[in-house]
């Protein structure tokens, strides 16, 4: 069992292409900001090397709208957890200026959020997702 835990959460009122790409940006948050999350190199019989994975599981999880992802977010702030947020403007973004700007232009209560990536300790986090069910 691991002592800290990743979860993410996805609105479910996504497009599925949107759900894939939220949910592959957000783990990419953790996996920059703790190298120690970094897992070894997999090497195949033919002495190929792929690239690593994340060391311990991400578990993804829905939340039925805005006001379900608003409630994670400011109790994963109460927290004091590590929190990755993905909103909704930034499906129209092309680079990561274009990100930077249109998540500055709102506060923590304004954002439009479609994704967020909780990490910490595992109690703390299940305390912020309390109520979600895992993705389907």
């Not at 977010?73 to 499906?91: D, M, Q, T, V």
Request: hydrophobic share 40%.
């Amino acid at each position: 069992m691991h002592e800290n835990k990743i979860a993410i959460i996805v609105r479910d009122d996504l497009m599925n292409w949107q759900k894939l790409n939220v949910t592959a940006f957000l783990a990419s948050a953790v996996a920059i900001e703790f190298p120690e999350l970094h897992g070894r190199h997999l090497v195949t019989a033919s002495g190929k090397t792929y690239l690593p994975f994340i060391k311990q599981p991400v578990l993804v999880y829905k939340a039925d709208d805005l006001n379900q992802m608003q409630r994670v977010f400011k109790r994963a702030k109460e927290r004091e957890l590590n929190i990755g947020i993905y909103s909704a403007p930034l499906f129209e973004t092309m680079t990561e200026q274009d990100n930077l700007d249109a998540t500055a232009k709102y506060t923590d209560d304004e954002q439009d959020l479609v994704g967020l990536i909780i990490y910490g300790e595992s109690k703390r986090v299940n305390k912020a997702i309390d109520g979600l069910k895992f993705h389907d």
